[in-house]
């Protein structure tokens, strides 16, 4: 089992970056398949990002590409998120969520596990 602690949301301008970061726990933090997902007010829980066990393999959600980047430390057990050109849309709580095993999956139905959650808010 892992748990998940994401940090690093806050309130920014259109155009600015923010960097977020979860912290797992457990031993075997290199054998989870790792996501960033986001829900805004009103909408359902929408895929950003994700990145295989080694880090060799990422993908993205099309709002996102070209302006995120998902990346891994397995030897701090981090995931982070860095977000480029922040657009008011991308205004949403924000989850760090991980799936055991390393199939890949851009739905939340396919992570069990995951954080609480961290605020972005981009105002224009």
């Known amino acids: 089992q892992v748990q998940l602690v994401e940090s690093g949301g806050g309130s920014v301008q259109a155009g600015d970056s923010l960097r977020l970061s979860c912290a797992a726990s457990?031993?075997?933090?290199?054998?989870?398949?790792m996501g960033w997902f986001r829900q805004a007010p009103g909408k359902d829980r929408e895929f950003v990002a994700a990145?295989?066990?080694?880090?060799?393999?990422?993908y993205y959600g099309d709002s996102v590409k070209g302006r995120f980047t998902i990346s891994r430390d397995n030897a701090k057990k981090m995931v982070y998120l860095q977000m480029n050109s922040l657009k008011p849309e991308d205004t949403a709580v924000y989850y760090c969520?991980?799936?055991?095993?390393?199939?890949?999956?851009?739905?939340?139905?396919?992570?069990?596990?995951w954080g609480q959650g961290t605020q972005v808010t981009v105002s224009s």
């Open positions: 969520a991980a799936r055991p095993g390393g199939s890949y999956s851009i739905t939340s139905r396919g992570y069990p596990y």
């Open positions: 457990g031993r075997t933090f290199n054998n989870y398949f």
């Open positions: 990145i295989s066990r080694s880090g060799d393999n990422t």
